[in-house]
Structures are given as C-alpha cells and as structure tokens.
T-cell receptor
Framework: GDSVTQMEGPVTLSEEAFLTINCTYT??????LFWYVQYPGEGLQLLLK?????DKGSNKGFEATYRKETTSFHLEKGSVQVSDSAVYFC????????????FGQGTRLTINP | DAGVTQSPTHLIKTRGQQVTLRCSPK?????VSWYQQALGQGPQFIFQ???????QRGNFPDRFSGHQFPNYSSELNVNALLLGDSALYLC??????????????FGPGTRLTVT
C-alpha cells in the first residue's frame, strides 16, 4: 500500500548548519507531497507542498523537490536556526473517494546555539 | 480568519468510558478529517466527513464514530475507552474541490489520556 519513510531521528545540528531530512514514498500514481512541522505541544503546520514531478516547494528557507524517478521528497535548509527545532513529518495524499494523508514517522530536529 | 479549532485541549478519562471531541473547520472549508497521533509517531487517519457523511475510514474499530453538522463542524466519539486510545487527536479541514493541492489544515489537537 501507499507509505512514507523518513530518515530516523533524532537529528541534532548546530545553528547555521545545513539540513537534510530524507523522505521516500511508495504510491500508486502520482500523489501530492507535503512537509508538515510540529512544534512542542502544538498541532501540525503545513510547511511546504509539491503537486507534480519536478515541482519545488519552498517556505521559510526550507525547500523540497518532488523526484518521481527516485520517489523522494527530501527536505533541505541552507542555514538552520534554533527556532527550527521541531518534529518534521513527510506526507502524501491519497485520493480514493476521500483525501487521506499518509504520514511518515516524523524526524525530531534539535538545533543548538 | 480563524483557523481550525478543537475542544477540549486536554481530557482525562477512565477505561470503559466514552468521550466526545469537537472540531470547527477553517472558514470556507467543507471537509473534516480526524487523525490519531500516538506518542512519538506520525498521525494515523481515522475518517473523513463531507456533506455530513463519512467518506472513508482508516483502520480503526467501530468504537470510533463521528458526525458532521450542517455548519461543517464535526465530533469524534470514542466508546469503551482503552488504555491504547491515549493519544493526541487531530482534526484537519480542507476544501474538497480545490484543485489538486489537497491541502489539509490542522487544529492544535486534543490530548486524551485514558487511565
């Protein structure tokens, strides 16, 4: 069935370091792909999205490119800040009579000053 | 513009009891989905409501039921609570026919603890 696999965490980086969080997916067809972020004690916020192959989603310095050939949607940021500390979820949407999001297991990111 | 709201924020129940969680969608949205997020895991789809009907259900037992009202708000009911039902319950809203992006916007969640 459709699924999302993220790199295991936790990930700890120093401020201004380069970030990559890997995400690969298995799906029938070509789903839309998303990255959501969850700050401590809060719900999920949509960070960025891509709806078709080679689309690049971007927001707040984060980027991810929809790669059909490698079924990947890796999240990157050139220079992380302490405020980026959160849990990041990669997700795809399945459209079969309803819009169902399928999430990866999440990657906890901690940025040290 | 109010986003997705959920109530209550926290809830403590005893095994065997019943609970009702509530959700109001973002303005302009007509579809509500419910997800269960166990500690340290990604959210799992419970079901989705559109036009007051359940459109699809995830792998959850019949103890989980829901309802959508004419104003698009929704309730999630869980009967005969088990310890394993302890989780963060997230409501997400969307607009069903809005192109291919299928964005869902999440509320802050209800933290349910079953003792």
């Amino acid at each position: 069935g459709d699924s999302v696999t993220q790199m295991e965490g936790p990930v700890t980086l120093s401020e201004e370091a380069f970030l990559t969080i890997n995400c690969t997916y298995t799906a029938t067809g070509y789903p839309s792909l998303f990255w959501y972020v969850q700050y401590p004690g809060e719900g999920l916020q949509l960070l960025l999205k891509a709806t078709k192959a080679d689309d690049k989603g971007s927001n707040k310095g984060f980027e991810a490119t929809y790669r059909k050939e490698t079924t990947s949607f890796h999240l990157e940021k050139g220079s992380v800040q302490v405020s980026d500390s959160a849990v990041y979820f990669c997700a795809l949407v399945i459209i079969q009579g309803a819009q169902k999001l399928v999430f990866g297991q999440g990657t906890r990111l901690t940025i040290n000053p | 513009d109010a986003g997705v709201t959920q109530s209550p924020t926290h809830l403590i129940k005893t095994r065997g009891q019943q609970v009702t969680l509530r959700c109001s969608p973002k303005s302009g949205h007509d579809t509500v989905s419910w997800y269960q997020q166990a500690l340290g895991q990604g959210p799992q789809f419970i079901f989705q409501y559109y036009e007051e009907e359940e459109r699809q259900r995830g792998n959850f037992p019949d103890r989980f039921s829901g309802h959508q009202f004419p104003n698009y708000s929704s309730e999630l009911n869980v009967n005969a609570l088990l310890l394993g039902d302890s989780a963060l319950y997230l409501c997400a809203s969307s607009f069903l026919d809005r192109g291919a992006s299928y964005e869902q916007y999440f509320g802050p969640g209800t933290r349910l603890t079953v003792t």
